[in-house]
């Protein structure tokens, strides 16, 4: 057992309710919980600024997963006659601290890798961090935030010298006069964030869509740009060529604020309107009218997101979009900016404290002598213990079973047979594992291949802080015990290390201490908590990092006066466009992108799971152009196959013009043979080693599918 102290949960009644926060996306609604595990009440909560009381219908039902009927509630082992048998908490540790450390005797240290998720805490994200460097001595730690946010998130560190995926308020978007949203479908992904729009349209603003696809948001946008899947650098240096043509950028902002912008101006030369309109497939007219909004806008933001993120140049996209906003001079002041709208619920948090490979707790490099020491020294160990960078996401699952690659793996909060690209193979990569463990809280399709199995405590059962898409650090309650033979993340990782010997590292009475030396750790970093308490989170509605003291009131707005880089300037990227991994040609002739929907979240472990969703979307679909049904012979409702190069599976055809005749969309939510994962790339960002989910060459077909009664 660790030393973590299960505290007395606040037993909610009808008479008060408890304010904290919903466990699905980056919005992190305010929520009010009061009754009890058996008949909870969930309701927004109107004081909380970002929603004020709005949930979408996933917020809304987001109870039904603490009683559900399928809950691990013991830890599993697979016996000898293959089946998952329940098991004691003691008896599952033990096993797995022997297996880990026998793999380790036999392949080394980094035969045993942890993969880690954006939903959770940043305590978790940092003590699952701290338990794959000091208890695993391992280099192989990463997480599904890398399948999300990564793109973005490197490239506002080139430009900007640091990472928070809005760096203002989601208040300002309210007064800006127009925002250029890239590859985002809010509307079905984080509908309270609407609002925003909504308002910022009623004040006179207008909005701009970049997405191949029409959908809810587009509804609301002045003007959609339904550009060619993967030609978004395109499109970007198309604009910047107008903007400096027509003498609507910012000199004295450009001279006085940013660096390198020769290499820029030269290369947007070479994307004349012709050009960009005979690969974007955007009209040259349409085009040169949104540079002339954006360069005549008083204030302007862009926002971009997955649709131009998860791409094999997923970063040269991201670039390409930061340098318009450096060259109308809109980062940095009122109203303005460049901003990316994070998916996962910690994704901000989650990729902030150390669970990803190259990084240690505040946003460190882990190759940076300085912050190896620092951290080396919060954690109580020679800083030369501290593994370098190991490989990213996919690289690592890619690994796994084969010589040289991980023999182990503990998934935390992850469902990786769902949500990799590539999923067949990664599937079958986990088979030739010798120990797979996972922690959840039910039995996710990747659980169900495990050895062992821990129950994971959820959302309401367990306190922790959350970092939304604004940077505003943010505490989630504790309202519910856990149920019986549940316990929470904190626990498992604690009394695992505490049975491979490391327990001295991992004493802590409660997750404020965890807390406590997450702030140690992260100050002087880029995120620098050392400033956040519980305290000042709770009597202000969440705190904005950096905030490097106590009476420090958190940095809202970033960027005002300088730049964290080295010459204090922001960095200009030179983008060219290349080609994505895999164009339509004759056998695979259309585009296959894929995203979310309304009623289902990620992987869907908990959403598919809750009666109400499930009514609304119990299935995938596969989203066609009339024109695109009628070449292939397809009619509505009708079962088609889509098969690209990693393999098939069916679907119900969806007709509706609101795509582009050359691409075809699923959403990705769900496992097995509804999974449409299995079909899609591995190709992965040079840098940021993002794979490329948003578009692949496939092929699509009638099939005669006998449907039984
Ligand atoms: Fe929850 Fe996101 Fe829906 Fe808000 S928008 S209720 S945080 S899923």
């Not at 959350?466 to 929470?488: D, Y």
């Not at 406590?516 to 620098?528: F, H, K, Q, T, V």
Request: charged share 20%; hydrophobic share 40%.
């Amino acid at each position: 057992m660790s030393d973590i102290v299960v505290t007395p949960s606040v037993q909610i009644d009808s008479a008060e309710s408890t304010a904290t926060h919903c466990p699905y996306c980056a919005l992190q609604c305010g929520i009010q919980l009061s009754g009890s595990r058996e008949q909870i009440k969930l309701v927004g909560n109107k004081h909380f600024p970002v929603n004020k009381g709005s949930l979408c219908i996933k917020g809304w039902n987001a109870s039904a997963t603490l009683t559900h009927s399928e809950r691990l509630l013991s830890p599993l082992i697979r016996s000898s006659n293959g089946e998952l048998e329940p098991a004691s908490w003691d008896d599952a540790l033990a096993f797995v601290a022997q297996r880990f450390h026998v793999i380790q005797q036999q392949h080394g240290k980094d035969a045993v890798g942890m993969f880690g998720g954006g939903s959770l805490t940043n305590e978790k994200a940092y003590l699952l961090g701290k338990f794959a460097r000091v208890a695993l001595e391992t280099s192989n730690v990463d997480y599904n935030g890398r399948f999300c946010m990564s793109s973005a998130a490197t490239a506002s560190q080139m430009a900007f010298g640091l990472d928070r995926g809005l760096p203002f308020p989601i208040e300002d978007i309210a007064y800006t006069d127009m925002v250029l949203l890239v590859g985002s479908n809010i509307a079905e992904t984080m509908p309270p964030l609407l609002h925003y729009f909504g308002e910022q349209h009623r004040n006179g603003g207008q909005l701009i869509l970049v997405d191949p696809r029409a959908s809810l948001t587009s509804n609301q946008a002045t003007l959609h740009l339904k550009l060619t899947p993967g030609t978004d650098a395109v499109l970007a240096n198309g604009i910047l060529h107008i903007l400096i043509r027509d003498g609507l950028i910012n000199h004295q902002y450009i001279d006085q604020r940013t660096e390198d912008f020769s290499r820029v101006k030269a290369v947007a030369a070479t994307y004349w309107p012709e050009r960009v309109e005979r690969i974007t497939g955007i009209p040259e007219a349409l085009i040169v009218r949104v540079a002339h909004m954006l360069g005549r806008a008083r204030s302007a933001m862009i926002l971009t997101a997955r649709g131009t993120e998860q791409q094999s140049q997923g970063v040269n996209n991201v670039l390409a979009y930061i340098n318009i906003a450096l060259a109308l001079g809109l980062v940095g002041r009122p109203l303005s900016g460049y901003g990316c709208i994070t998916g996962q619920g910690n994704g901000q948090g989650g990729r902030e404290h150390g669970q990803k490979a190259d990084q240690l707790p505040g946003y460190r490099k882990i190759t940076d002598p300085g912050a190896r020491q620092h951290i080396a020294n919060v954690w109580g160990i020679p800083e030369q213990a501290i593994p370098l960078a190991g490989k990213s996401a996919y690289e690592m699952l890619d690994t796994a079973g084969k010589d040289g690659g991980i023999r182990a793996l503990m998934v935390m909060g992850s469902n990786v047979v769902v949500s990799s690209p590539n999923a067949s193979h990664i599937q079958e990569r986990l088979k030739a594992l010798d120990l797979l463990v996972v922690a959840d809280f039910f039995l996710s399709e990747t659980a169900q291949m495990a050895d062992v199995v821990f129950p994971s405590a959820q959302w309401a059962e367990e306190e922790g802080t959350m970092t939304n898409l604004e940077g505003r650090v943010l505490k989630r309650e504790r309202v519910l015990e856990p149920p019986l033979g549940v316990r929470t993340d904190y626990d498992l990782l604690c009394s695992l290390a505490a049975c491979m010997g490391k327990g001295q590292f991992f004493t802590y009475a409660d997750t404020q201490q965890i807390f406590d030396e997450l702030r140690r750790a992260s100050a002087g970093g880029i995120a620098d908590y050392s400033g956040i308490t519980y305290e000042k989170i709770e009597a202000n509605q969440g705190v904005f990092w950096p905030c490097v003291a106590e009476d420090h009131a958190g940095t809202p707005r970033l960027f005002l006066d300088r730049f964290p880089t080295p010459s204090g300037r922001a960095r200009f990227h030179a983008v060219q466009h290349r080609q994505p991994f895999e164009a339509p040609d004759t056998a695979y002739p259309l585009y296959l992108t894929t995203g979310r929907i309304l009623a289902q979240y990620q992987s869907g472990t908990q959403t598919r799971r809750v009666p109400r969703l499930n009514e609304v979307a119990s299935e995938p679909f596969v989203e066609l152009h009339p024109s695109t049904a009628h070449r292939f012979m397809i009619a509505p409702g009708e079962s088609v196959r889509l098969t690209t190069r990693r393999g098939s599976a069916v679907f119900t055809a969806k007709v509706t013009p609101s795509i582009r005749e050359d691409t075809i969309f699923v959403p990705f939510h769900w496992g097995g043979e509804q999974s449409i994962n299995r079909l899609t790339s591995p190709a992965l960002d040079p840098i940021s080693r993002m794979p490329e989910f948003k578009l692949c060459a496939v092929r699509i077909e009638r099939c005669e599918v006998t449907m039984e009664a």
